[in-house]
T-cell receptor, first 116, second 111 residues
Framework: GAVVSQHPSWVICKSGTSVKIECRSL??????MFWYRQFPKQSLMLMAT?????????EQGVEKDKFLINHASLTLSTLTVTSAHPEDSSFYIC????????????FGEGSRLTVL | QKEVEQDPGPLSVPEGAIVSLNCTYS??????FMWYRQYSRKGPELLMY????GNKEDGRFTAQVDKSSKYISLFIRDSQPSDSATYLC???????????FGQGTTLQVKP
């Protein structure tokens, strides 16, 4: 089946630095990808919708200057957490729909960010 | 009030038991209902996908949707230790719409 790959799977950084997370659709093209955030024992919260070739659409309350999203190709979206702070520590998960089939939404393995 | 409510558990059952997982919701516009399984430190994987009301069965898993009560269920028969995970319900008004997730129920199946 379709696979969505995320990299890195975990990252530790110092406060004030920026971290980039990649999301790739491995065997299908994804014009739209989604970025979620999940705190421990909490549900997934949609942060933004990444659109290939155009600006991302952010959910209410999500700082677009803090969480930069770039969807430069049909198989790659990146999320950059800028000037990270400890409160940004979380599990970030991307997803993409495979429209070669019924449009099932596939999730990546997630990226765990820890900001010291 | 959250749009989707799900008891976080944890739920602990012996191997072979029938497990019932449930979600309630408040938005009558939801039409598509999904159940995801998430193992620790992993991304969610789709288990069941149901449109509108009714039942759907896949192996040991049965999904039920009761739109009149705004209530969905996932039943796991002959539960196995490998079923131990967090189960998330999700729903959306349209197939391309934003998924709204429940909090997730942590299930432990003891050998």
């Amino acid at each position: 089946g379709a696979v969505v790959s995320q990299h890195p799977s975990w990252v530790i950084c110092k406060s004030g630095t920026s971290v980039k997370i990649e999301c790739r659709s491995l065997d299908f093209q994804a014009t739209t990808m989604f970025w979620y955030r999940q705190f421990p024992k909490q549900s997934l919260m949609l942060m933004a919708t990444s659109n290939e070739g155009s600006k991302a659409t952010y959910e209410q309350g999500v700082e677009k200057d803090k969480f930069l999203i770039n969807h430069a190709s049909l198989t790659l979206s990146t999320l950059t957490v800028t000037s990270a702070h400890p409160e940004d520590s979380s599990f970030y998960i991307c997803s993409a729909r495979d429209w070669t089939g019924p449009g099932e939404l596939f999730f990546g393995e997630g990226s765990r960010l820890t900001v010291l | 009030q959250k749009e989707v409510e799900q008891d976080p558990g944890p739920l602990s059952v012996p191997e072979g038991a029938i497990v019932s997982l449930n979600c309630t919701y408040s938005n009558s516009a939801f039409q598509y209902f999904m159940w995801y399984r998430q193992y620790s430190r992993k991304g969610p994987e789709l288990l069941m996908y149901t449109y509108s009301s009714g039942n759907k069965e896949d192996g040991r898993f049965t999904a039920q949707v009761d739109k009149s009560s705004k209530y969905i269920s996932l039943f796991i028969r002959d539960s196995q230790p490998s079923d131990s995970a967090t189960y998330l319900c999700a729903m959306t008004p349209s197939n391309t719409g934003k998924l709204i997730f429940g909090q997730g129920t942590t299930l432990q199946v003891k050998p």
